[in-house]
């Protein structure tokens, strides 16, 4: 079975018994997975992108870790495929000022099957006071843009100045 961080713990688990002390100690909210109910559940559900958030780890170095001891070679972290944001014009809110503290290429997701919405609702409990999150989509993403105002979350979009088809959307 091929590790990824989209590959759900369950899986990973039945193909890799032997992993479940490494989880657990590099994810400690994970320590339920002895309870056959709760990983039953909870490891259907979670992504090994969504363990290493929890863990507070890096996905792909998590991901890696897990590869290497079950013999596997490890992943090269993906390439963005955008450009990074602009810097911020006077016209841009004040709130967007500095690095986000997530970016999330909705584009890729969705080519991948994956929701944007779920992705960034997972994020945003991580979500430090004063930071946000930019999400990058080749389309406007209205229907995020209205769950997030209706979450009472800033939401601010604009086209890239000199990339027409990236669209920037960033939520606080």
Do not use: C
């Amino acid at each position: 079975m091929e590790i990824t961080s989209r590959s759900k713990l369950f899986d990973v688990l039945k193909a890799y018994p032997t992993l479940e002390d490494k989880i657990v100690r590099l994810a400690p909210p994970f320590a339920n997975l002895k309870n056959p109910v709760l990983r039953r559940t909870v490891g259907q559900l979670a992504t090994l992108e969504r363990v290493a958030q929890i863990g507070g780890l890096e996905v792909t170095e998590f991901v890696n870790m897990l590869r290497r001891e079950v013999g596997l070679p490890e992943l090269r972290a993906e390439t963005p495929t955008f450009a990074p944001p602009p810097p911020r014009a006077e016209s841009d809110p004040a709130w967007i000022e500095g690095e986000p503290q997530f970016v999330v290429n909705g584009s890729e997701l969705l080519k991948r099957g994956e929701v944007p919405l779920q992705h960034v609702n997972q994020l945003l409990p991580q979500l430090q006071p004063d930071r946000y999150i930019l999400l990058i989509t080749d389309f406007e993403p209205i229907p995020m843009i209205e769950a997030m105002r209706k979450q009472n979350r800033r939401v601010y979009h604009k086209v890239h100045p000199t990339e027409v088809n990236t669209h920037l959307t960033y939520i606080g």
